[in-house]
């Protein structure tokens, strides 16, 4: 009985070993296949990586070594009032510009006020003509010729309040899909980036704060 055992125990141990041996790859594997990488792009002459999508910002492009790339949650924290929501208004107007399409989600902010600074900040006319619409002549040709600027790029925002992880999840699967077919003039803008503005009022059937973003954040 006791050989039974100890010849169970054994194998029991040698399955073990393979699947952890599986799941757990020495850290020389992977910096050899970084190193390998870091040759060919020196050899290519690379400059940026090929899959990084610029903000439009080179600081912050920097930072997030050579832009956004996909697959990826960044978050951008700052006290109220600092400017967050004009801050990702200028990097969706930007990555359109690049040719990629963005799904702008705002839970608190119409999306009227968004366009409108993103006119402001296109134009740099103040915020306080857009939002009021009381543009000056000099400045009206060129808020129209901006706005219309605007207007072609392939930015889709949601302005309703209400929403939860899987109204936003099937919402951008479907944005997805839209994005993945050629315009009436055969252009194809996938979509680079999805923006929600701002994820604490996102409904999470949490009442504590800290979990509730926990779990909104883990599920993006």
Known sequence: MDII?????SMILELSNQTNSQDMIHISEFINNEIEATIEAKEKGL???????STGLTGLDEM???GLFGGNLFMIAARPAMGKSAKVSNIAVNIAKNGYSVGFFSLEMPGSQIVQRMISSESSIDLYETKTRLVKKINFENYLNKADELSKLKIYISDKGELDINILRNKIRKLKVKCEKKDING????LGA????????MDSNIDDANKSLGKITKAL
């Open 47 to 53: 400059q940026k990586p090929k899959d990084a999508i």
């Open 187 to 190: 252009n194809l803008s996938p």
């Open 194 to 201: 999805v923006i929600v503005d701002y994820l604490q009022i």
């Open 64 to 66: 997030l070594g050579g």
């Open 5 to 9: 055992f100890e010849k169970s125990q």
